[in-house]
């Protein structure tokens, strides 16, 4: 069991930055990929960055590549998502995610869909962090 909490979210200004912090509880954290996703009112979730156990290997929406970083710091069982540049799109609830380390980069379907950038095929949550950027 892993369980997730998020903190860091906020009120900002666009062109302002915002890190968020995923504490995760339990002794296999090191053994999870872990992913950062968003949801906006009436929107379905949208993966935003993911990140290999290891921190070796990380995986980025187009839309905030440039901008975002994801990190990790194994620990002390915690994953980050530095957010620069920020701008009223990004306003949304983000929640991190915890996806089996032997799932990274394998295709789910057809087109080759990643499995980091595909909701369902994460086993654990967070409750989720409000971000809201104002213009």
């Given at each position: 069991?892993?369980?997730?909490?998020?903190?860091?979210?906020g009120l900002?200004?666009?062109?302002?930055?915002?890190?968020?912090?995923?504490?995760?509880?339990?002794?296999?954290?090191?053994?999870?990929?872990?992913?950062?996703?968003?949801?906006?009112?009436?929107?379905?979730?949208?993966?935003?960055?993911?990140?290999?156990?290891?921190?070796?290997?990380?995986?980025?929406?187009?839309?905030?590549?440039?901008?975002?970083?994801?990190?990790?710091?194994?620990?002390?069982?915690?994953?980050?998502?530095?957010?620069?540049?920020l701008k009223?799109?990004?306003?949304?609830?983000?929640?991190?995610?915890?996806?089996?380390?032997?799932?990274?980069?394998?295709?789910?379907?057809?087109?080759?869909?990643?499995?980091?950038?595909?909701?369902?095929?994460?086993?654990?949550?967070?409750?989720?962090?409000?971000?809201?950027?104002?213009?």
């Amino acid at each position: 069991q892993v369980q997730l909490v998020e903190s860091g979210g906020g009120l900002v200004q666009a062109g302002g930055s915002l890190r968020l912090s995923c504490a995760a509880s339990g002794r296999t954290f090191s053994s999870y990929a872990m992913g950062w996703f968003r949801q906006a009112p009436g929107k379905e979730r949208e993966f935003v960055a993911a990140l290999s156990w290891s921190g070796g290997s990380t995986y980025y929406a187009d839309s905030v590549k440039g901008r975002f970083t994801i990190s990790r710091d194994n620990a002390i069982n915690t994953a980050y998502l530095q957010m620069n540049s920020l701008k009223p799109e990004d306003t949304a609830v983000y929640l991190c995610a915890a996806l089996k380390a032997r799932l990274w980069s394998k295709n789910v379907d057809s087109l080759g869909t990643p499995a980091q950038t595909v909701p369902h095929q994460y086993d654990y949550w967070g409750q989720g962090t409000q971000v809201t950027v104002s213009s």
